[in-house]
């Protein structure tokens, strides 16, 4: 996507959330946290911890989700803005942007698991003891590396929803098109799609690969919904101009309760779930409609993070888990939980700057050479 279509709100927005992501893991290696996620027994802190807005801070699940509906918002708007592109372009371009940092998380996950002894650690979760308790084998490197699905999951947790990114970027011209052809309509049929795949997931024996393709149609809508929401941007920021800041802290708020709706209301999955879609995009709009919220996110902090974050949502768990096995028994465990933020952040720098960019730049060579090319042939 060319530069002129970047809003820096929203790259800040996408930098908390890839925190939040990565604090959601660190909270789940603790027993006591995961216990009261699955709401189970647990202690009255974790309960204050996971069943308030506490939950915002930590809220790994929700921020995937507003991932979906960004990319769902940032890939539509050159095709708004006339500035389509030709599939070929759009896919290689894509390809490029998604795959090789998925690729070095895979390779550096699997190198860090070699490398560490496996070892129970009594201070953590089920959750995180599913991780790495036995070799990765090659095969399941290539497994990830192909995008396929299997027990290659357990190198890393974040390897899902780029699986399912992937997936849908490869429709997403088609989806552009149909919004053209059928308008509005089309948000409404692809709810009730991604329902309908949310349930099977959720109430079907499913073997890997078919969970993971109900688990992808589950996302279309929120890349519908952002890109619905993309187009109608300037009529969301007429609409809202004039709107008293009190107005908006209330929007804000609203939105950020919708999003972790599951966490403080009774309401059952899936129907949560589609509260956190619509919470998510309450954000964006907030973010690039009013100022009040646009302004801290164009922060030098934000901004930083938000270029960090796609790395960051992808080599944290390897860290996270390569420091808690390397350091205990002979260290607490506490101190891996301390230095995972700092080292994760460090490692998605590295990343952003020699795998992230360059693998950027390279993708929109290749494009332009392929578009010069059908050019010519054209003519």
Not at 64 to 92: M, N
Not at 191 to 215: E, F, N, R, Y
Not at 240 to 264: D, E, H, N, Q, Y
Not at 359 to 374: K, M
Request: hydrophobic share 55%.
């Amino acid at each position: 996507m060319r530069e002129n279509f970047r809003i820096a709100a929203l790259d800040g927005l996408r930098g908390w959330a890839a925190l939040s992501v990565m604090f959601n893991h660190m909270a789940q290696v603790l027993p006591s946290i995961w216990a009261a996620f699955l709401n189970e027994p647990h202690s009255w802190l974790a309960h204050l911890i996971t069943y308030t807005p506490a939950h915002l801070f930590w809220a790994g699940g929700e921020a995937v989700v507003l991932f979906f509906v960004l990319s769902g918002y940032v890939l539509s708007a050159p095709f708004w803005h006339g500035a389509g592109q030709s599939y070929p372009t759009f896919l290689i371009r894509r390809v490029f942007r998604i795959y090789p940092a998925f690729l070095a998380a895979c390779v550096m996950a699997h190198i860090v698991a070699e490398l560490v002894v496996y070892h129970p650690i009594p201070e953590t979760s089920s959750w995180f003891d599913a991780y790495w308790h036995r070799p990765s084998g090659l095969t399941d490197l290539v497994s990830a590396a192909l995008m396929g699905y299997g027990p290659h999951l357990n190198l890393n947790p974040a390897l899902w929803s780029l699986i399912c990114e992937m997936r849908i970027s490869v429709a997403f011209p088609m989806i552009i098109w149909l919004m053209r052809r059928i308008g509005l309509w089309l948000l409404p049929a692809t709810t009730v799609i991604s329902a309908i795949c949310k349930l099977a997931q959720l109430h079907s024996s499913l073997g890997p690969a078919a969970d993971l393709w109900m688990t992808t149609g589950a996302q279309v809508w929120l890349f519908v919904l952002g890109a619905e929401l993309s187009r109608r941007t300037p009529l969301i920021i007429e609409t809202t101009k004039s709107l008293r800041p009190i107005v908006c802290k209330f929007v804000l708020t609203f939105g950020l309760f919708m999003l972790i709706a599951r966490w403080i209301t009774p309401l059952p999955l899936p129907v949560s779930y589609f509260f956190s879609g619509l919470g998510a995009a309450i954000l964006i709009a907030s973010a690039v409609a009013f100022q009040t919220v646009a302004q801290p996110l164009s922060s030098t902090l934000s901004q930083f993070l938000g270029k960090c974050s796609y790395s960051l949502y992808l080599f944290h768990f390897p860290v996270l888990a390569g420091l808690a096995y390397a350091l205990t028994p002979n260290l607490p465990l506490w101190l891996a939980l301390a230095l995972t933020p700092p080292i994760a952040v460090g490692v998605a720098r590295v990343s952003l700057s020699f795998i992230e960019r360059p693998f950027v730049r390279y993708g929109r060579f290749v494009a332009g050479s392929i578009d010069t090319r059908l050019t010519r042939s054209s003519a």
